[in-house]
């Protein structure tokens, strides 16, 4: 398997486009698939210097319904005019962020992107979508909780409540007995995604795991919103779960990054644009 960051917010290469958003792509025994886009269509400019030909996708995911992972879709879908986009239905849902001031920020995806219906496939449980790629909704209740102390809001149904985060799917690479785990965001938090995983898939290691932890705070990556503790115990927590690998970086942010650190060692990397991760060489 290999990986490729077409987008994050940092690179070290200057010949690179970064944005704070998230888009992967995967290569899996002769499978491609895009997970997530970004927030626009700067991932169409980097892929030709990374070798990604983004036209020869089989398929795409959307991890969760929010704008810095999906607006880079519609231009996706002009330049691959094939390849289905896996989605939660809750994610054409309308998602905020509303501060105790009362001040509101749109999260959710552009409405140009659910124009797309043609190209658009409803995700509503447990699935394989390729031998051995699966997407898993959610398992733990209580979210809401967690989106209300990150003050995030979805309007569903019945009016606008705290995100339980029903719009969020964790895509699961099966290889033998070991699981590459990919959560972009891990709004329901990065222990606990793993948790869900190796209960759907028992007996199984953790090879690696790629995405964010959600710990940046308000001023963005360059900030810290927990308490240093906090993201230290996520730290012991996952090693306690024995994921071998951790690709980390987008909503992390830098200073919980350099928190893990002292705790994760050689098994923690950051996952900035341009990075290039192979698993499982023959």
């Not at 995100?163 to 007995?177: K, W």
Request: overall charge negative.
């Amino acid at each position: 398997m290999k990986v490729t960051a077409l987008i994050e917010n940092t690179t070290p290469d200057d010949a690179l486009r970064c944005e704070h958003g998230l888009a992967l792509f995967i290569e899996y025994d002769g499978w491609r698939c895009l997970l997530d886009a970004g927030a626009s269509a700067a991932l169409l400019e980097n892929a030709p210097g990374l070798g990604v030909d983004l036209s020869r996708a089989d398929a795409a995911v959307l991890s969760h319904g929010h704008y810095d992972h999906s607006g880079g879709f519609p231009a996706f879908f002009v330049q691959n005019t094939t390849a289905p986009l896996y989605l939660r239905p809750q994610a054409a849902e309308e998602s905020w962020q509303i501060r105790k001031d009362g001040e509101r920020k749109y999260l959710g995806v552009p409405p140009e992107l659910l124009r797309w219906k043609t190209r658009l496939r409803s995700v509503t449980g447990p699935g394989e979508i390729h031998p051995g790629v699966w997407l898993l909704p959610h398992t733990t209740p209580g979210l809401e909780k967690r989106g209300e102390k990150v003050a995030m809001y979805r309007q569903g149904p019945d009016g606008l409540a705290p995100d339980d985060f029903a719009h969020e799917q964790t895509l699961v690479v099966v290889h033998g007995e070991e699981l590459a785990i990919f959560s972009s965001c891990s709004h329901a938090g990065a222990d606990t995604v793993v948790e869900e995983v190796k209960a759907a898939f028992p007996g199984k290691s953790v090879r690696a795991f790629f995405g964010g932890f959600h710990l940046m705070g308000a001023g963005g990556a360059t900030t810290l919103g927990v308490r240093p503790e906090k993201a230290q115990a996520l730290g012991e927590r996952l090693l306690a779960l024995g994921v071998r690998e951790i690709w980390t970086g987008h909503c992390t942010g830098r200073p919980a990054f350099d928190l893990l650190v002292p705790i994760l060692g050689d098994r923690l990397h950051y996952l900035a644009t341009g990075t290039v991760v192979t698993l499982w060489e023959d």
